[in-house]
């Protein structure tokens, strides 16, 4: 099975920084398979079997406590999870220069519909729909100041998502399917 390990808060403004190379290394050694690092925010996919997602999550936090000293949160996705997540997405998102468009990949214990009630949502601002393992969020760029979706920052529920933009998180299920040819 091919998944993908998003990792929260590594090489983001000069914190928790892991170098991708030892990444991969660490996720080797820990067993996983046909290991491919993408971009430096921590999006690791791998082929493993016989672990559930959990169990995979598990292995991987601790691995990386190990080798790198560092708490890092890690949600497991499979290729079927991202594929429908991706279908969920508009084709005309983006993430562009006017157009903000993000994926936040939530942890398990939270994944449910009535995650949404938590957020402030402007409806004539933020287009927000909840899919399975996801929150999709997009915005013009015009009006991400406008948003209520930034008073998630800081909250309870930031420090339980992933975030991605829809660019990243289209190239990510792309490699995940060329692994899984």
């Known amino acids: 099975m091919v998944y993908i390990a998003l990792l929260r808060g590594i090489n983001v403004g000069g914190k928790n920084k892991i170098d991708m190379k030892l990444l991969k290394q660490t996720f080797e050694q820990a067993g996983m398979n046909d290991v491919v690092t993408y971009i430096n925010t921590g999006n690791i996919i791998f082929s493993f079997k016989g672990k559930?997602?959990?169990?995979?999550?598990?292995?991987?936090?601790?691995?990386?406590?190990?080798?790198?000293?560092?708490?890092?949160?890690?949600?497991?996705?499979?290729?079927?999870?991202?594929?429908?997540?991706?279908?969920?997405?508009?084709?005309?998102?983006?993430?562009?220069?006017?157009?903000?468009?993000?994926?936040?990949?939530?942890?398990d214990e939270i994944d449910d519909a009535s995650v949404l009630k938590n957020l402030v949502i402007k409806p004539n601002v933020d287009t927000v729909k909840y899919v399975p393992g996801a929150i999709l969020w997009s915005v013009d760029k015009k009006n991400v100041t406008k948003s209520g979706m930034s008073k998630i920052i800081g909250s309870k529920l930031y420090k339980q998502v992933t975030i991605r933009n829809v660019n990243t998180a289209r190239k990510?299920?792309?490699?995940?399917?060329?692994?899984?040819n």
């Open 52 to 107: 559930s997602k959990t169990e995979l999550s598990c292995i991987l936090e601790e691995t990386i406590h190990y080798d790198f000293g560092l708490q890092i949160k890690v949600v497991v996705r499979s290729v079927d999870d991202v594929r429908g997540i991706i279908n969920a997405i508009p084709e005309t998102w983006k993430n562009d220069k006017d157009m903000k468009s993000d994926v936040m990949f939530l942890w």
């Open 172 to 180: 990510i299920y792309e490699l995940m399917q060329a692994q899984n």
